[in-house]
């Protein structure tokens, strides 16, 4: 097994969580003072969806020991940083330019999801 992927995702997932609760309890206010509840939801959401990606690689790299998986993970990693990281910076910011950064993160996750079905097709 993968173990950076495997400490990568429950690292990411517990703050997931904990970001989640700080958001919708102490930072809730203003949040909703500023209209970005929604965006800060979908950060947390999608870092949770990062560390998940991240725990699935890091289990599966020991199965299938393929480079497109351990590639796949190292992109979940930059995809779920730049991505959730860019939405929690225009929250607590207030600077709606980190959004332009936003879509660098999504393509990231997505090239780590066609990485990580090549590798499953690799594994036959």
Not at 21 to 46: C, I, P, Q, W
Not at 53 to 70: E, M, W, Y
Not at 89 to 110: K, N, Q, R, Y
Request: glycine content about 12%; hydrophobic content about 55%; some cysteine.
């Amino acid at each position: 097994m993968n173990t950076l992927f495997l400490k990568s995702g429950a690292i990411l997932a517990g703050l997931s969580i904990a970001l989640g609760a700080f958001g919708a309890h102490a930072f809730k206010v203003a949040l909703e003072a500023s209209n970005r509840t929604e965006t800060y939801e979908t950060a947390a959401k999608y870092q949770m969806y990062g560390a998940l990606a991240l725990i699935f690689v890091g289990i599966l790299t020991d199965k299938i020991p393929h480079k497109f998986l351990t590639w796949a993970g190292y992109a979940f990693i930059v995809g779920t940083v730049i991505f959730s990281g860019s939405l929690y910076l225009i929250c607590v910011t207030g600077v709606t330019m980190w959004g332009a950064i936003a879509p660098i993160g999504g393509a990231s996750l997505m090239v780590g999801w066609v990485l990580f079905f090549m590798g499953c097709l690799k594994s036959n």
